[in-house]
Nanobody, 124 residues
Framework: QVQLVESGGGLVQAGDSLRLSCAAS????????MAWFRQAPGKEREFVAG????????FYADSVKGRFTISRDNAKNTVYLQMNSLKPEDTAVYHC?????????????????WGQGTQVTVSS
């Protein structure tokens, strides 16, 4: 079992950048494909970005493609989400998630472990 803790959220202005971190403990991250999801008030949790266990291939939601970058440092047992050119519609609680599979899943139900989330608020 793995425990995930997110950090790095905050209040920023439109156009600013933030880097979120997801630190894992309990098990090595290298056996998991990882993803970031987000949930805005009154909305369902949605996929943002993912990185595979096996090849490090990355996948992004269309809404963040070209602005967000997911990466992983297995030596540090940490996954990152670099968010640039932030928009007010990016405001949400961001969660990292892990699944013990070689490839990224795009749905909430495909993930076994979740962090508590970190709040990102983008003002206009």
């Amino acid at each position: 079992q793995v425990q995930l803790v997110e950090s790095g959220g905050g209040l920023v202005q439109a156009g600013d950048s933030l880097r979120l971190s997801c630190a894992a403990s309990g098990r090595t991250l290298s056996i998991y494909s990882m993803a970031w999801f987000r949930q805005a008030p009154g909305k369902e949790r949605e996929f943002v970005a993912g990185i595979s266990r096996s090849t490090g291939s990355t996948f992004y939601a269309d809404s963040v493609k070209g602005r967000f970058t997911i990466s992983r440092d297995n030596a540090k047992n940490t996954v990152y989400l670099q968010m640039n050119s932030l928009k007010p519609e990016d405001t949400a609680v961001y969660h990292c998630a892990a699944r013990r599979a070689a490839v990224v899943g795009l749905h909430v139900w495909e993930y076994d472990y979740w962090g508590q989330g970190t709040q990102v608020t983008v003002s206009s």
